[in-house]
């Protein structure tokens, strides 16, 4: 563990690189350049507040707030969109870097960290509009704020460790990348993002629990909606998860470091 923080203190300057150029070139050729980070889970929230919101005529329980639906929502969908991108992109960053690691002698450990900065900065621009919109509106949850810190550290320490699971067995089983394609769709209705928990039936619930992207999304909606701290005995599991799952992820990646150069 000593040596991957060493060369990733050694190689800071090529991570930061990376993430800045891989921003500036995932824009410079649109007309609109990095507002499309912005546009596209603005659309899907829109699109998902007029059904459920007004069309459905559905409220939130205890909520008197007139955006109740639409913090719920957002809530939700952005912190999502975070893991989603860590664990889509981790699971092919070392096919996708193929001749970078054939051509260049740097430690690939800082391969999935440049993936996990790079999602960080897309969902900081984004979560800052929606933390300005909080403002704005008169929503914003206080001091129970603070709670999103060890919620964002144990989500990305869930998605980082999943990524570099999936991205290291990705390199020998090709399947793995489509299957884990599909498995986020169903993945994500599994969650209580777009519908809230109360309409579940008591027997699904228990189920529900054993996924830990509901646990971590329920807290974020206990702050923005409830404005009330996480129950962080269900959080807590999910920490415990991200470690044994970093744990796998570095035991694999250091196994097979070698090989999969060979097998790109």
């Known amino acids: 563990m000593g040596a991957l923080l060493n060369a990733l203190l050694r190689y800071r300057g090529f991570v930061i690189g990376s993430v800045k150029r ?3 070139t995932r824009y410079r050729t649109s007309m609109l350049g990095a507002l499309w980070l912005v546009l596209q889970p603005l659309a899907l929230i829109v699109v998902y507040t007029v059904i459920f919101s007004e069309v459905m005529k559905s409220r939130m329980p205890g909520v008197q707030s007139t955006f109740g639906y639409s913090i719920y929502l957002c809530a939700g969908v952005l912190t999502w969109g975070l893991f989603s991108e860590i664990v889509s992109r981790g699971q092919s960053v070392f096919v996708d870097n193929a001749n970078l690691l054939k051509k260049l002698n740097f430690p690939r450990i800082v391969l999935p960290v440049i993936v996990t900065c790079s999602a960080l900065l897309n969902f900081a621009i984004i979560f800052g509009l929606f933390l300005i919109f909080l403002v704005a509106t008169g929503n914003f949850p206080g001091v129970v704020f603070l709670g999103l810190i060890p919620l964002l550290l144990t989500q990305v320490l869930f998605g ?3 990524g570099m699971t999936l991205g290291v ?3 020998f089983f090709r ?3 489509q299957f884990m394609g599909i498995l ?3 993945w994500f209705w599994f969650t209580p993002i ?4 109360h309409v579940l039936p008591e027997k699904v619930k228990p189920l529900i629990r054993f996924n830990p992207m509901a646990s971590l999304v329920e807290g974020y909606q206990t702050i923005f909606v409830n404005r009330l701290w996480p129950d962080w005995s269900i959080v807590w599991p999910v920490f ?3 470690v044994l799952v970093c744990v796998l ?3 694999l990646f250091r196994r097979h470091a070698a090989e999969m150069v060979d097998e790109l």
């Open 240 to 242: 415990v998860a991200g």
């Open 169 to 171: 067995l990705n390199v």
């Open 249 to 251: 992820g570095l035991y």
């Open 175 to 177: 399947d793995v990348g």
């Open 22 to 24: 891989e921003f500036q």
């Open 160 to 162: 980082i460790g999943l």
């Open 194 to 197: 777009v519908y809230p928990w």
């Open 184 to 186: 986020l769709q169903f």
